[in-house]
């Protein structure tokens, strides 16, 4: 009988605010590189900015409280020859980051527990495998030790970072830049937005294409594609007058959208976050001044328009907080870092509430930082959901495992550090990894350790005649001194 008017949702009050100036992080040079990924990442310890650098390339990471202004000699993670492109923390450790650079190489660092006191220029592992700049790094949201690189070359790698070696290059899939490229919510598949204008659901491990969308956005600019927890694709891209779009795809029926919005006719690039708790995506236009925020349900039109937190300043930048960052205390659902020129400023969405107390239908339970599978599980086949986690009474931080690389065989280890040094290293598309390494210490353990304690026997057998020689000298030394 009667047409509801206004749709109903718990979101539809979220508005937005900047964190005040004390709270802001000051006086960094943001890169200028262009680009377009999102320059920022965030977990519940770090901020990660990438940075300009004179020569090479260079990010800043900043523990969450050291707000204010940063000090120009603060130290920078520099290892990289070229601009650093992209940067990602891994899921399951809030200390390990990975970041992708124009020197073709990838790069995975351990970040001391309380921040950086000196500069860091080695990392923990150097992932070679790329002819052309890295400008993509995405972690496996279930499986440790699993990133996923793509490059100016159109191949993707994806890495056991763990051993230090390429477990799968798709390289004959993508004829142009791929744009972006995101896992489904368990990590079986991933989709990619590529320049010649084609949205692909790819297989990583059967490397083979399951579904793909020609002209999905018709326009020349870049698109961008992420998968939503129900399995759809949701895309972003631009019409054929220039026209900025988004657009919701079923994979198991990619012929026809089952929706497009046509938004404004700003030409940058719309980075697409999404909340999969609540099915909630926020836009940022790179250049905008603006966070869009929609939510997703299963009823007509699909895609629902919130809001809009609009500010007077352009970002450069964004980075997104992942859920169990936020203040549940304050019904805070989102939190944002927002890069300017100098300076990277928090924003908070927030649901208002009158209660003080939990509300569990906002913080349904999260995705945690314990990874259900380990990479070799998964390269044989293993999926596994993301072990979920409460929010009631706040995030508690467990220990983080240290990142560690094993190494095959020592011996291995020591010949090819020797090629190093003889030969320079030539870099190849095809997978070279600098560190030679095996999964885990194969063999037996028993063995092992009768070689480890039997070494160690020796070694205090030869200190003990060292310290007699040194003895006898020093006898010697005395008398002569008489």
């Known amino acids: 009988m009667f047409k509801r008017v206004v749709r109903q949702s718990k979101f539809r009050h979220v508005f937005g605010q900047a964190v005040k100036n004390d709270q802001c992080y000051d006086d960094i040079r943001v890169s200028r590189v262009t680009w377009d990924s999102a320059f920022c990442a965030v977990n519940p310890k770090f901020v990660a900015i990438i940075v300009e650098a004179s020569g090479g390339g260079a990010f800043m990471v900043l523990p969450l409280h050291k707000s204010g202004r940063i000090d120009k000699a603060y130290p920078t993670v520099c290892g990289h020859t070229g601009p650093v492109l992209d940067i990602d923390w891994c899921p399951h450790n809030d200390q390990v980051i990975a970041s992708g650079s124009e020197d073709c190489t990838v790069m995975v660092w351990q970040i001391p527990e309380n921040g950086l006191v000196t500069s860091m220029p080695e990392p923990v592992v150097v992932l070679e495998g790329h002819s052309k700049r890295v400008g993509i790094v995405t972690w496996h949201p279930t499986a440790r030790n699993v990133l996923l690189s793509a490059g100016c070359d159109n191949v993707v790698i994806i890495w056991n970072v763990g051993t230090g070696e390429a477990m799968i290059t798709l390289e004959d899939m993508h004829p142009d830049i791929i744009f972006s490229v995101c896992w489904n919510r368990n990590g079986s598949l991933i989709c990619t937005a590529c320049k010649d204008k084609k949205i692909r659901v790819i297989d990583p491990r059967k490397e083979e294409i399951i579904a793909e969308k020609d002209k999905a956005h018709e326009g020349a600019r870049p698109m961008r594609a992420i998968f939503l927890s129900d399995g759809k694709v949701f895309t972003t891209g631009f019409s054929r007058m220039s026209e900025r779009q988004l657009g919701l795809w079923d994979p198991d029926n990619m012929e026809e959208p089952v929706s497009v919005h046509e938004m404004d006719t700003s030409n940058g690039v719309l ?212």
């Not at 907080?321 to 805070?332: A, F, H, I, S, T």
């Not at 349904?364 to 993301?386: F, H, Q, R, S, V």
Request: charged share 30%; with cysteine.
């Open 271 to 482: 980075l697409p976050f999404y909340d999969p708790d609540t099915n909630v995506v926020y836009l940022c236009g790179k250049g905008d001044s603006s966070i869009r925020y929609f939510e997703i349900t299963d009823e007509a039109p699909f895609v629902h328009y919130l809001n809009t937190f609009t500010t007077k300043e352009p970002q450069r930048g964004m980075g997104y907080m992942p859920k169990r960052g936020l203040d549940v205390n304050k019904c805070e659902i989102a939190r944002f870092y927002k890069l300017h020129e100098r300076k990277c400023e928090p924003i908070i969405m927030t649901v208002p509430r009158k209660s003080d107390l939990f509300q569990d239908d906002l913080y349904p339970d999260t995705a945690g930082p314990e990874a259900p599978l380990e990479a070799e599980e998964w390269i044989e086949g293993k999926n596994g959901d993301p072990i979920l986690i409460s929010l009631k009474h706040g995030y508690i931080p467990g220990k983080n495992r240290d990142l560690k690389v094993v190494k095959k065989n020592i011996l291995d280890n020591k010949m090819s550090k020797n090629t190093e040094n003889t030969a320079p290293a030539v870099k190849t598309a095809t997978s070279t990894p600098s560190i030679v390494s095996g999964t885990h210490l194969i063999g037996n353990l028993g063995a092992k350790l009768e070689e480890v304690l039997k070494e160690m026997k020796s070694l205090r057998e030869l200190v003990s005649s060292q310290e007699k020689r040194i003895a006898k000298l020093e006898e010697q030394l005395s008398k002569m001194d008489i």
